[in-house]
């Protein structure tokens, strides 16, 4: 299959874009179409994003507190229009704790520090193919 | 207010893309020299305002490097202001340098490691003779730095500064082969750097056409290879690992939750419901058509404005408008007045 659409944003006011820009290079040297939706997103703002791009996977990368606030804000949403969008979260400050709870409520992958490139495209992909699927 | 730095020029936060010590301390000198070339158009005597110039550089792991880089900054910036700018003021040549520890240098793996890392980075700061150290927490390269790393960070300094005892003395490194060598050189090739970019044109039209940002995209990329390869050595993330399952140790504070300041939110909130909403929307007024205007002082409407009771973000987000983009970036809020 070819043509996977991942949108990638930052929540928040979180200002680190280092991790987002090198993701975001990654997926497109995998030959991924990447949307780059870039810093201060509110959920609302990413879920219009996601709808108009059709992407096949939204990536939110988090190097700030907010994402244990914003992320379920964003699964609801998604629920509330019925989109079935697989939500993934990446950045070293994400704890093992919080990836259990961001699990358990529904978001489909978390990328720790020691996650591997191939791991990542590998997720990214088996889930826009399971979509497809759907 | 003397002691008030009214000019920050801040390194730390665009090198710590992946930029080497040239560059930053190049882009921060093009910086400076872009500042005090539209001040001395304003007629602003360069004693008057040079030496309040604060420089915030950053501190990587390279322990002669960075202390080459700031004596170097020092050379630079004595010479600049005398030769180029004629400073005659001895406080206009002496740079004021503060400095963070690089949070880019610090890993997510075995992070009581990031203790050492800053314990090395700031004994090289004191050796340099900054006049301010920050050194970033240990945790912060897994969480939002929790009040144990900060302490530690302050424990760190003060370890370096009361019982090392390498403050008590100027420039303890002068006349070292290696040290003066490399001084020479990073001189040499941060001013190369800056004649350089000056060449291609304005700063500011390099920067809206993205000189800046593509150099700062090949920095990241390089940094990135530098890592993945190997070529930079992290202990605990490109060479000496252990399983995640044994790396645990100081782990623990990470899952440790801090609330926002509820208590202050409320306070912002109950001051904004009794200000007097004419005075502000009158202050804000002048504000926007100041920041409209070409070549306007906006010092004045901006105490006038916090007079008034707005708040920074008020104050920014108004500036922002005036400037052609959005009141709130994140659009979350709308401005407290119609304009």
């Known amino acids: ?134 | 207010m003397p002691k008030f730095h009214g000019f920050l020029e801040d390194t730390y936060y665009f090198s710590e893309v992946g930029l080497d010590s040239v560059e930053e301390m190049a882009l921060g000198f093009i910086e400076i020299r872009y500042v005090v070339r539209e001040l001395l158009k304003r007629g602003v005597a360069i004693d008057r305002f040079a030496p309040r110039i604060a420089i915030l550089v950053n501190c990587r792991m390279d322990f002669f490097e960075e202390i080459a880089k700031i004596r170097a900054t020092r050379r630079l910036f004595a010479r600049m202001m005398r030769e180029e700018f004629g400073a005659q003021d001895p406080r206009s040549l002496s740079a004021a340098i503060t400095c963070h520890t690089s949070g880019l240098s610090l890993t997510s793996q075995q992070p009581v490691n990031n203790i050492v890392r800053g314990t090395v980075q700031a004994l090289a700061l004191a050796i340099a003779g900054v006049q301010a150290i920050e050194i970033s927490a240990f945790d912060e390269a897994y969480r939002t730095p929790s009040p144990e790393s900060h302490l530690i960070a302050l424990r760190t300094q003060q370890i370096v500064d009361l019982e090392s005892n390498v403050a008590k003395v100027a420039d303890p490194l002068g006349g070292s082969y290696f040290v003066e060598a490399l001084t020479g050189d990073l001189e040499k090739r941060i001013w190369d750097m800056v004649l350089s970019i000056e060449a291609k044109g304005d700063p500011a039209e390099l920067s809206d056409k993205g000189w800046f940002r593509s150099l700062f995209d090949k920095a990241a990329e390089r940094y990135a290879a530098q890592i993945r390869e190997g070529k930079l050595p992290k202990v605990g993330l490109n060479v000496h690992q252990v399983p995640p399952e044994e790396d645990t140790m100081l782990r623990d504070v990470a899952e440790r939750k801090m609330d926002p300041c509820w208590g202050r939110i409320e306070q912002v909130q109950e001051m904004k419901r009794k200000r007097d909403q004419g005075r502000l929307a009158a202050v804000l007024s002048d504000l926007y058509r100041a920041a409209k205007a070409e070549g306007e002082n906006l010092m004045w409407p901006m105490i006038g404005a916090t007079e008034a009771g707005a708040t920074m973000g008020e104050v920014g987000g108004i500036l922002r408008m005036a400037y052609g983009s959005r009141y709130d970036p994140v659009g979350g809020t709308e401005p407290p007045v119609s304009l």
Not at chain 1, 38 to 63: Q, T, Y
Not at chain 1, 66 to 90: K, S, T, W
Request: net charge negative.
């Open chain 1, 1 to 134: 299959m070819s043509g996977v659409r991942v949108l990638i944003a930052i929540l928040g006011m979180d200002q680190h874009e280092l991790g987002a820009i090198a993701v975001a290079r990654l997926l497109r040297d995998a030959g991924m179409e990447v949307i780059y939706a870039g810093r201060f997103n509110l959920p609302g703002m990413i879920v219009n994003s996601a709808v108009e791009e059709d992407v096949d996977v939204v990536g939110l990368s988090c190097h700030s507190w907010e994402y244990m606030y914003y992320v379920p804000e964003l699964l609801n949403l998604l629920e509330e229009r019925q989109l079935r969008i697989p939500v993934m979260v990446g950045g070293s400050v994400v704890t093992p704790g919080d990836t259990q709870l961001l699990l358990s409520k529904g978001v489909a992958a978390v990328f720790g520090p020691a996650a591997t490139a191939g791991e990542i495209v590998q997720t990214i992909r088996d889930a826009a193919r399971a979509r497809e699927g759907v």
